[in-house]
T-cell receptor, first 109, second 115 residues
Framework: DAKTTQPPSMDCAEGRAANLPCNHSTISGNEYVYWYRQIHSQGPQYIIHGLKNNETNEMASLIITEDRKSSTLILPHATLRDTAVYYCIVPGSARQLTFGSGTQLTVLP | GAVVSQHPSWVICKSGTSVKIECRSLDFQATTMFWYRQFPKQSLMLMATSNEGSKATYEQGVEKDKFLINHASLTLSTLTVTSAHPEDSSFYIC???????????FGPGTRLTVL
C-alpha cells in the first residue's frame, strides 16, 4: 500500500486559499489519491479524489504532479468551518483506508 | 446522495454488557462496509471489512469474537461489542463504498462509553 506524508499542521487566514500538500512517492500507476477531512468528533467527510488529472468540485481542487508522487488540495476561500484534520490517502488493494496523522488545518479569523 | 447513518450516536453501558451499533447506507446499496474506531487524540484505525453475505475480515489484533459484525443486507451492517469493558470505550465509525465512484462514505460515528 502506498504511504502518504503530510505536514502535521498548517494555519490559513479566513478568506484566503488553503494549500495542503501530500507526498505519495510510492504510488503505483493505477492508484487513486483520496482526500478526506474530519471535524472534531464527527465521521470523516469525503472531499475529492483523483488519478492523474487535476480535479475540481464544489468543495476543493486537487492538483496532482505529473510524476504523481505528490498532490495538493486547495480550498480556494477558507472559512472557519474548514478547520479540521485533512487526510490524504491512497486506498489499499481491498479499498481499505489507512489514516495517518493528517494535517490539522486551522483557519484563523 | 451517498449518505451513511449510524445508530445510536452515543451509548453508555455497564461493564460486561453487549452493545449493538447499526450502520446503514441510506440511498445506495453497499456490498462492502468498513468499521473503524478512534481513541482520543488518535487517528482512525480500521477494525474490519464487512462484506454482504459473507464473514467479515478482521484486522490484526482485533478480536473477532468480541467485535461481532453482521452484514445481512446491502444497506445494513451491525457491530456488536460483546462483554464490553472500559477499555472498549471509543468512537466507532463505519463507512460504505459507493460503487459508481468507488468512494467510501462515512457515518457520523457512535461514541461508546463503558462504565
Amino acid at each position: 500500500d502506498a504511504k502518504t506524508t503530510q505536514p502535521p499542521s498548517m494555519d490559513c487566514a479566513e478568506g484566503r486559499a488553503a494549500n495542503l500538500p501530500c507526498n505519495h512517492s510510492t504510488i503505483s500507476g493505477n492508484e487513486y489519491v483520496y482526500w478526506y477531512r474530519q471535524i472534531h468528533s464527527q465521521g470523516p467527510q469525503y472531499i475529492i479524489h483523483g488519478l492523474k488529472n487535476n480535479e475540481t468540485n464544489e468543495m476543493a481542487s486537487l492538483i496532482i504532479t505529473e510524476d504523481r508522487k505528490s498532490s495538493t488540495l486547495i480550498l480556494p476561500h477558507a472559512t472557519l468551518r474548514d478547520t479540521a484534520v485533512y487526510y490524504c490517502i491512497v486506498p489499499g488493494s481491498a479499498r481499505q483506508l489507512t489514516f495517518g496523522s493528517g494535517t490539522q488545518l486551522t483557519v484563523l479569523p | 446522495g451517498a449518505v451513511v447513518s449510524q445508530h445510536p450516536s452515543w451509548v453508555i453501558c455497564k461493564s460486561g454488557t453487549s452493545v449493538k451499533i447499526e450502520c446503514r447506507s441510506l440511498d445506495f446499496q453497499a456490498t462492502t462496509m468498513f468499521w473503524y474506531r478512534q481513541f482520543p487524540k488518535q487517528s482512525l484505525m480500521l477494525m474490519a471489512t464487512s462484506n454482504e453475505g459473507s464473514k467479515a475480515t478482521y484486522e490484526q489484533g482485533v478480536e473477532k469474537d468480541k467485535f461481532l459484525i453482521n452484514h445481512a443486507s446491502l444497506t445494513l451492517s451491525t457491530l456488536t461489542v460483546t462483554s464490553a469493558h472500559p477499555e472498549d470505550s471509543s468512537f466507532y465509525i463505519c463507512s460504505a463504498i459507493y460503487k459508481p465512484t468507488d468512494t467510501q462514505y462515512f457515518g457520523p460515528g457512535t461514541r461508546l462509553t463503558v462504565l
